[in-house]
């Protein structure tokens, strides 16, 4: 399943590029299961999985973090590849009045398999004004999950942060040593100078068979 935000919001300007990998510690894994699908903000969630990084985040990033509750994907809706992007704005009507450029966004999750060997990815970049129109921050979180017909488990969660950036893609790899099906699940969160000023919603791939 594929996202496209549609935000309307004014220019600003930010700092130059920069782009961080993070990966979460092993002995965090049965926290991500714990913490996956429940009425959580982004910052109660980047905290209790990336601590460091997440005390390293500017103050006004944290401040939108915990403003912001974590958009966990409907997988219960049938998904119309023809018409099933999701479109979104983060302003009210009197913003739309005020500041009338619209800025769109597209994200999706992937996966590839190669035997037991997978490849899983979440990504998001600009589609309007240009596709390389730069946003202040962007942050993708994209987790790997397990299905053996009893228990959906995640087994990979990686994420990658970007200011000043029009595309931002995480991803790991994963060798499979159990059967199953297998899918991966994307975090995506926008963030720039003017108010309100962040946006988050997920995507996630169909389940992949793996022997």
Do not use: C
Not at 131 to 158: C, F, S, W
């Amino acid at each position: 399943m594929s996202i496209i935000f549609l935000i309307l919001l004014s220019t600003g300007m930010v700092s130059a590029e920069k782009i961080e990998t993070h990966t979460m510690a092993e002995d965090k894994l049965e926290l991500a299961n714990e913490l996956y699908g429940i009425n959580i903000t982004y910052g109660e969630y980047i905290k209790q999985l990336f601590p460091e990084e997440y005390d390293e985040s500017p103050d006004p990033s944290k401040a939108r973090f915990y403003s912001t509750k974590i958009s966990w994907p409907d997988e219960s809706k049938e998904f119309d590849k023809t018409n099933g992007a999701m479109e979104a704005s983060s302003t009210s009507e009197d913003q739309k009045l005020s500041v009338p450029i619209p800025y769109l966004i597209h994200g999706e999750s992937e996966i590839d398999v190669s035997n037991s060997n997978i490849d899983y990815k979440s990504w998001q970049r600009m589609v309007l004004p240009t596709p390389y129109t730069r946003v202040a921050y962007m942050e993708v979180v994209t987790n790997l999950q397990r299905n053996d017909g009893d228990h959906v488990t995640i087994v990979g969660v990686k994420r990658k942060t970007g200011y000043n950036v029009y595309k931002l893609e995480a991803s790991g790899s994963y060798t499979a040593s159990t059967s199953g099906y297998y899918k991966a699940v994307g975090l995506h969160y926008v963030e720039w100078p003017a108010s309100p000023g962040y946006y988050a919603g997920s995507s996630f791939t169909d389940w992949t068979y793996v022997n």
